[in-house]
């Protein structure tokens, strides 16, 4: 509750429930009441004049302007419902990226450790003989493989992290109350 996107759904209903009150306060007449003075021009003589005036609905009783403004105020409803929905899924998904990308976090470091050791061990072992160039080659671009994946993994924490706190950050209506 409180984020942007449900913020703005909410925004849609209260002017939903605003558009509703006034077509239910249009179903009722207005009367009209007017009073003045008029001067008779034959006479000379001054007079008062009273008027009352009440439109009668006949052909149009403000049912369908209460309907329709009915269905406005549902479809706004549901779109609040939907934008609730949609918030929750999203960050549901958002908190399991950021979970995966944490585990994989956590795993970058020993297995950098164990490339960085293979490195270390194929270098006198070449020098000796024991390993042939390619697996050197293969040792000496473990610990880079490594690393860039520690990388990548640290940017996919940091953007689910940026994505979730977007997310859940409150309106600037709620946050001042």
């Given amino acids: 509750d409180g984020t942007l996107a449900l ?22 007449p207005d009367l009209t009441v007017s009073a003045g003075t008029r001067r008779m021009q034959a006479s000379g003589d ?17 049912r369908a302007a209460v309907g329709q403004a009915t ?10 419902r939907l934008a609730r929905f949609d918030a929750e899924r999203a960050i549901t998904a958002t908190r399991a990226d950021r979970d995966r990308a944490a585990a994989s976090v956590r ?12 490195g270390r061990i194929a270098r006198p072992g070449y020098g000796e003989g024991k390993f ?10 473990g610990p880079v493989g490594a690393r860039t994946a520690a990388i990548d993994a640290r940017a996919q924490y940091h953007d689910a992290e940026a994505r979730l706190a977007r997310l859940t950050t409150r309106a600037a209506a709620e946050t001042a109350n």
């Avoid at 479809?75 to 609040?80: C, D, G, V, W």
């Fill in 46 to 62: 001054m007079a008062m004049v009273f008027g009352v005036s009440v439109p009668l609905p006949v052909f149009n009783n403000g």
């Fill in 107 to 118: 795993a970058s470091g020993p297995v950098l450790t164990a490339a960085q050791e293979a």
């Fill in 7 to 28: 913020a703005a759904a909410g925004a849609d209903v209260t002017t939903a429930d605003a558009q509703l009150r006034l077509a239910r306060s249009q179903r009722i």
């Fill in 132 to 141: 042939g160039q390619p697996v050197l080659l293969g040792a000496e671009q």
């Fill in 71 to 80: 269905a406005l105020r549902n479809q706004s409803e549901a779109r609040r």
